[in-house]
């Protein structure tokens, strides 16, 4: 595999993870005016159908394989955990905490991504192996830096005359109690999500067509979003959009944070594998950061630098004992007699 092969995949999910932090902080916006949580998931789901089910049709329209009802099934359990419920627990926990907050639980993924794949034998980990102890380093550096951010704030570096309302009491037990609440709702998504890699993996090896399996796949996480709406709402009013924010923020969801995003990131594990993905989780709050300094104004902590370093530094330890043991694989199948010696 030459450079510019492998900078591909590296390159895809840079992209992929600036849109999806974009789309956390348009939702985030939308989720405060009082946007119905499910709503969003359902519509954001049903524009990725509706787009990207034109694509998938001329695109792979020749080479499709057929579509038997074990690949249906595989397809409908991979929208309801990885996309409705997972989509839907994030919003949940986006709400009662924050972007920044909210993002930084993703980085968990990898780590989850890592450990489930291990008794399914998607990932195998040689401590023996240099790339082997690189990966398990990798991981914990990033779990480290999500922990860092989650429970360190720091000093303000920027701002320094930034007033903050001091809360009383009461007020600092209830926003204590909402971002333990928050916590729960963004632990459960992220295993939803992580296990969201590891279906696409297999689905991926008996379906090999990412925009025919993203239009199905979205198109199943919005009636499911749909009728679990009108189970736990059943309020038709909030059906209704309004306003150009809610709009906008919706239709950006669905055709590039559901679209592009999931036809990148199935892509991605089919080339480099399902942890190598979900490796790319830290950068979306990394960019959320950024937005939160740059366009929200909020002031930027000691806390988050410090965890932010952390993160990329796990990233690029956990990718390159990836990319080492992917070299490892390939030299084996090269010159099976030198490492059968």
Excluded at 17 to 32: C, E, G, Q, T
Excluded at 198 to 206: F, P, S, V, Y
Excluded at 279 to 301: G, K, R
Aim: glycine share 6%.
């Amino acid at each position: 595999m030459n450079c510019h092969e492998q900078f591909k995949p590296v390159a895809a999910m840079v992209v992929v993870s600036f849109a999806l932090a974009m789309v956390n902080v348009f939702l985030k916006k939308i989720i405060d005016e009082g946007t119905s949580h499910l709503v969003i998931v359902a519509y954001r789901q049903l524009i990725s159908a509706i787009f990207v089910a034109p694509i998938a049709y001329f695109w792979e329209r020749k080479n499709r394989p057929k579509l038997t009802v074990q690949i249906l099934c595989q397809l409908f359990f991979s929208a309801l955990l990885g996309v409705t419920l997972a989509q839907y627990l994030f919003l949940l926990g986006l709400e009662y905490t924050s972007a920044t907050f909210s993002c930084a639980f993703l980085n968990v993924v990898p780590v989850m991504t890592f450990l489930l794949a291990l008794p399914f034998r998607l990932e195998k980990v040689n401590m023996k192996s240099f790339s082997g102890r690189a990966k398990v380093v990798g991981a914990l550096f990033c779990i480290g830096g999500a922990i860092v951010l989650t429970l360190y704030m720091g000093k303000p570096l920027t701002n320094p005359n930034h007033l903050i309302e001091q809360p009383n009491m009461t007020n600092s037990r209830n926003k204590t109690e909402r971002w333990a609440i928050g916590s729960i709702f963004l632990i459960a998504g992220c295993v939803g999500w992580a296990s969201w890699f590891l279906m696409q993996a297999w689905i991926g090896k008996r379906y090999p067509c990412q925009y025919s399996s993203t239009a199905i796949l979205s198109s199943f996480a919005a009636i499911q979003s749909a009728i679990l709406s009108i189970i736990i709402k059943r309020n038709p009013s909030g059906w209704f959009l309004k306003g150009y924010l809610e709009i906008t923020s919706i239709l950006y969801a669905g055709i590039v944070g559901s679209g592009l995003c999931y036809v990148g990131m199935s892509w991605s594990v089919k080339r480099r594998g399902p942890v190598f993905t979900s490796a790319f989780a830290p950068l979306i709050q990394i960019f959320v950061a950024m937005f939160d300094f740059s366009i929200l104004h909020e002031p930027l902590y000691s806390g988050s630098v410090v965890g932010s370093i952390l993160v990329i530094i796990g990233l690029y330890i956990l990718l390159w004992g990836k990319s080492k043991e992917i070299e490892e694989c390939e030299s084996e199948i090269a010159h099976p007699s030198s490492s059968a010696r």
